[in-house]
C-alpha cells in the first residue's frame, strides 16, 4: 500500500510540472513539483534512482525555462535528505514484510502440523512448508546416525545424503542450539552445495521429549533478518511440540493397549507374546523374546520375528547363567541399548554370526525385586538410532508390563496351592514332598535347587532334594537344635514361619552348614561348597515347626530379593497345613499298612513294596530277593500257653527279625504266624546267608518248654519270575516244600 501510495506522488507531481509549464510559465511553480518528484523517488528506490530523478528534472528544467545552480543543489539536497529518510522506511518496511511472514509460517504450523499423525511424515512435509523462505537457496531436514547427519529431506537434489559431525548441521546437532551463520565464506566447516551460490546458513534444532532428534538446515544467497531468523526458530520450536504431541499421542494409545490386553490374559507365557505383538507395532523391532530367570537359566516366555535355526535352538535351550548380556541386565538392572551387537563382548555367538547390529535389552521391574526376573530383548540387523523418548517409551511399557506380571505371578501362587491340595489327594507322601519341593523352586524367584527336612520321631529328616544326592543326605538326619542354628533368627520367628536369606556376600554358608550335619556328607551330597545364597522357610504349624524348607541359587549371591520372602511367605501357611494333612495322612496311611501286634508293615505294605522294588530293580538292573517264612511251634504255645503268650511270641519273634535286619531291607508280618521279607540289591546266595540268620534268631526264642522254628521259601528276581505274582508264588511253593521236607529253608 505505501508502494503504491508513493508512486502516486511522484507521477502526479511529475504531471504537475507538465501542466504548470502550460498554466504557470514562470520557473518558481516547476521547482517545488520536481523536487517533489525527485525527494519522493529517492525515498521509494534509493540514492541512486534519486540522482537520475535529480537529472530528469534538471533536464526538464533546462527545456522548460533555464536552470540554476541553486536548482541543482536544491534537487541534489531533497535526494540525499529523503534518501536518508526513505533508506529507514524501506528497512522497517522489509523487516515488517519479514514479521509478517514468519507469523504466517507459524500460523500455518499451528493449523497443519497437528493434522500430521506420523513423526516421519511431519519432519519430511517441513520442506514444503518452507518453500516460499528459501527462493534462491534451497531447505533440507537430516536426522542424527552414529557416523553423521543423514539426509531426510530437501528441496532441491543438493547431491549431498551424509554430513558430517563437524559441519553446521553437525555442530547444532551437537550443541542443541540454533546456528546462523551469515558468512559462509568464514565458515571453516562450511560445505557447499552444488549449483547453488550460498551466503548465508541458518541450522535449527527439532526437539523431541528434549533430544535433537532432527536439524532443519536453510541456506539462502543472501543474508537472512533477524526477523526471519526469529520467525524460523519459532517455527523449529513449534514442529518440537507437535512432536511431543505425537510421541504422547503414541505412548498413551500403546499403553493403554498394553494395560487392556493385561487384563484378558491368564498366563506369563500369553502376556509376554501379547506384550512383543503389540510392540512390533508401536516399535517396529524386526524380532523379540521375553527371558524368565530360572535359577542357572534364563528360559524364553514368548519370541516373535525368529525363524532361524541357530536362533530358535537357543530359544529352546535357554540362557545359561552369564551367558548373554540379558544376564547383564539381569544384573545390573539397567537397560542396554547398542548398534554393533555382533563386535560386544558376551553377546550370544549365535546371534552375533548372524550379523546382528541393533540389540536392546531392557528390565520388565517386578515388585520387590533386586535382580531383573524377566528381561525383554528385541532387535534387528540393521542398525537403528533409538530416541530418547523411544527409550522412554520402551520404559513406561516394561514398567506397565511387570505390573501384570505381578498379578499373574500372583494367580499362579494361588493356583499352585491349589494343585497341591488336589496331589494331596491322589499322591503318596513320599511323592507329595518331591512335589511341594518342586512348587516351591517353582514358585519363589531366585531358587534353583532345594531340600525339605521333615520332623519325625525327634529329627528333621531330608524327604525331598533337587540338585542334591537325596540319598546321602538322608544318612545325616538334624536334630531340632541343629535345624534352629542353621536357621539362625531363633525359636520364636521359626515358630512364626519366617524366612531368612544367607548368602556367601555375608557368611560362609558352606562353614555354616558343617554346624549341624558332618561336613563330608554337606559336600558331596549336599555340594555346600557351590551354594551361592540360601533362603531358609521354617514350616510352622500351631507353633510346632514340621519342616524346614531349603531354597538354593548355586551362581548369584543376590538371588533371593523381598520378592522371593514375599513368595516365601505366601506359601508358608499353606504348606504348613498341607504337611500337616501329609503327617495325618502319611499316619492313617501307616496304620492301614502296619500290623498292630508286631508294629511291622502287614501284607497290604508287602504289595505295594515288592511292587516298588522290583520296579526300580528292572529299571536299574539290580537283583532282588524274597523270603516266605511260616513259623513252627507257635501253634503248640498258642494252645497250651493261652494267646496273650502266642502274642508275646510273635512279637519277639517281631522283635529279634527287626533287630537283625540289613539296612535297606523290608520285613513284614503277613498275619497268623506268617512273616515275609524283600532284600534289594541281593543275589539268591546272598539271600540264602541272611535267611540263615534269621532261622537261627526264630529257633533261639523258646517258652518254657516250647522251642520256635521256621520254615523259609526264597525267590529271586530275575532268575525266579520277573513280576511280583511269579516271584510270590515260587517263594510260597518253596515254603511248602520245605516243611514237606521238614527242613528250615528251601531255595
Excluded at 501253634?635 to 535286619?661: F, P, W, Y
Aim: proline fraction near 4%; include cysteine; hydrophobic fraction near 45%.
Amino acid at each position: 500500500m505505501s508502494g503504491l501510495l508513493y508512486g502516486s506522488i511522484t507521477f502526479c507531481a511529475f504531471a504537475f510540472v507538465l501542466l504548470s509549464d502550460f498554466l504557470y510559465p514562470n520557473h518558481t511553480y516547476k521547482l517545488p513539483f520536481l523536487m517533489i518528484f525527485t525527494a519522493t523517488t529517492a525515498s521509494i528506490y534509493g540514492l541512486t534512482w534519486g540522482f537520475s530523478a535529480a537529472g530528469v528534472s534538471a533536464l526538464l528544467l533546462a527545456l522548460m525555462s533555464g536552470v540554476q545552480v541553486m536548482d541543482g543543489a536544491l534537487l541534489l539536497l531533497s535526494v540525499v535528505i529523503t534518501n536518508g529518510v526513505g533508506g529507514s522506511l524501506r528497512t522497517g518496511h522489509r523487516h515488517a514484510k519479514a514479521l509478517a511472514r514468519s507469523h504466517q509460517l507459524i500460523a500455518e504450523a499451528l493449523e497443519v502440523l497437528p493434522m500430521q499423525e506420523n513423526r516421519h511424515v511431519l519432519l519430511a512435509s517441513l520442506v514444503k512448508r518452507l518453500t516460499h523462505f528459501v527462493a534462491g537457496g534451497h531447505a533440507s531436514v537430516w536426522l542424527p546416525q552414529e557416523q553423521g547427519l543423514q539426509l531426510l529431506v530437501s528441496s532441491t537434489d543438493i547431491g549431498i545424503s551424509m554430513l558430517p559431525h563437524r559441519s553446521v548441521v553437525g555442530r547444532t546437532f551437537r550443541e542443541g542450539q540454533p546456528l546462523y551463520i551469515p558468512d559462509v565464506r568464514q565458515e571453516p566447516h562450511f560445505f557447499a552445495t552444488p549449483g547453488l551460490a550460498t551466503v548465508a546458513e541458518l541450522a535449527l534444532p527439532v526437539f523431541e521429549r528434549g533430544e535433537v532428534v532432527a536439524v532443519l538446515n536453510l541456506e539462502l544467497n543472501r543474508r537472512f533478518l533477524a526477523e526471519e531468523v526469529d520467525g524460523l526458530i519459532r517455527f523449529a520450536e513449534t514442529v518440537s511440540l507437535q512432536l511431543d504431541r505425537l510421541n504422547d499421542l503414541e505412548a498413551r494409545r500403546l499403553l493403554s493397549d498394553l494395560s487392556v490386553e493385561l487384563q484378558k490374559v491368564s498366563s506369563l507365557q500369553e502376556a509376554a507374546q501379547m506384550a512383543l505383538t503389540l510392540l512390533s507395532r508401536g516399535l517396529s523391532p524386526e524380532a523379540g523374546v521375553v527371558w524368565e530367570v530360572r535359577g542357572a537359566r534364563m528360559q524364553a516366555l514368548a519370541y516373535i520375528g525368529v525363524d532361524e535355526p541357530s536362533l530358535l535352538e537357543v530359544l529352546r535351550e535357554g540362557l545359561p547363567y552369564g551367558q548373554g548380556l540379558a544376564w547383564d541386565v539381569y544384573v545390573s538392572g539397567n537397560p542396554f541399548f547398542t548398534q554393533r551387537y555382533a563386535e560386544e563382548q558376551g553377546g550370544v555367538q549365535a546371534l552375533q554370526a548372524l550379523g546382528w547390529r541393533t540389540f536392546v535389552a531392557h528390565p520388565v521391574p517386578t515388585h520387590g525385586a533386586q535382580r531383573s526376573r524377566y528381561v525383554l530383548v528385541i532387535g534387528s540387523p540393521h542398525e537403528r538410532t533409538w530416541r530418547k523418548a523411544e527409550r522412554e517409551l520402551l520404559l513406561l511399557f516394561c514398567r506397565t508390563l511387570g505390573i501384570g506380571f505381578d498379578r499373574l505371578i500372583e494367580k499362579n501362587r494361588h493356583e499352585c496351592v491349589g494343585r497341591l491340595m488336589q496331589k494331596l489327594l491322589q499322591e503318596s507322601s513320599e511323592n507329595l514332598y518331591n512335589t511341594v519341593l518342586a512348587e516351591a523352586i517353582e514358585q519363589v524367584p531366585g531358587s534353583e535347587a532345594g531340600s525339605l527336612l521333615v520332623l519325625g520321631e525327634g529329627l528333621y529328616r531330608y524327604k525331598a532334594a533337587v540338585g542334591y544326592d537325596l540319598a546321602g543326605l538322608q544318612a545325616a538326619p538334624s536334630s531340632p537344635a541343629d535345624m534352629l542354628q542353621w536357621y539362625g533368627l531363633g525359636e520364636e520367628p521359626a515358630r512364626l514361619g519366617t524366612p531368612r536369606v544367607i548368602s556367601t556376600e555375608t557368611t560362609v554358608i558352606y562353614e555354616y552348614s558343617y554346624q549341624t550335619a558332618p561336613a563330608e556328607i554337606m559336600d558331596t551330597a549336599g555340594r555346600v561348597r557351590e551354594i551361592q545364597a540360601n533362603l531358609c522357610l521354617p514350616i510352622a504349624y500351631r507353633g510346632e515347626v514340621l519342616a524346614y524348607l531349603n531354597l538354593d541359587n548355586l551362581h548369584d549371591p543376590q538371588a533371593f530379593g523381598e520378592d522371593s520372602l514375599r513368595a516365601a511367605q505366601f506359601f508358608a501357611t499353606p504348606l504348613a497345613t498341607l504337611l500337616h494333612d501329609i503327617q495325618t495322612h502319611r499316619l492313617l496311611e501307616e496304620a492301614a499298612l502296619t500290623d498292630t501286634l508286631t508294629r511291622l508293615p502287614n501284607r497290604r505294605a508287602f504289595d505295594k513294596v515288592l511292587a516298588e522294588e522290583l520296579e526300580r530293580a528292572v529299571r536299574y538292573g539290580y537283583p532282588l530277593a524274597l523270603a516266605v517264612m511260616d513259623l513252627e511251634g507257635f501253634k503248640a504255645i498258642n494252645d497250651s500257653m493261652g494267646h496273650a503268650t502266642g502274642d508275646l511270641a510273635l512279637v519277639k519273634v517281631a522283635e529279634r527279625l527287626e533287630k537283625e535286619r540289613r539296612s535297606g531291607d523290608h520285613l513284614f508280618r503277613w498275619g497268623g504266624d506268617e512273616f515275609a521279607a524283600i532284600f534289594p540289591h541281593t543275589d539268591k546266595i546272598e539271600a540264602i546267608a541272611v535267611a540263615t540268620r534269621y532261622t537261627q534268631i526264630v529257633e533261639s526264642i523258646r517258652f518254657d518248654k516250647h522251642r520256635l522254628g521256621v520254615r523259609i521259601g526264597l525267590a529271586a528276581y530275575p532268575e525266579d519270575g520277573l513280576t511280583p505274582d511269579k516271584l510270590l508264588i515260587s517263594a510260597d511253593n518253596r515254603m511248602y516244600e520245605a516243611k514237606a521236607l521238614g527242613i528250615s529253608l528251601k531255595s
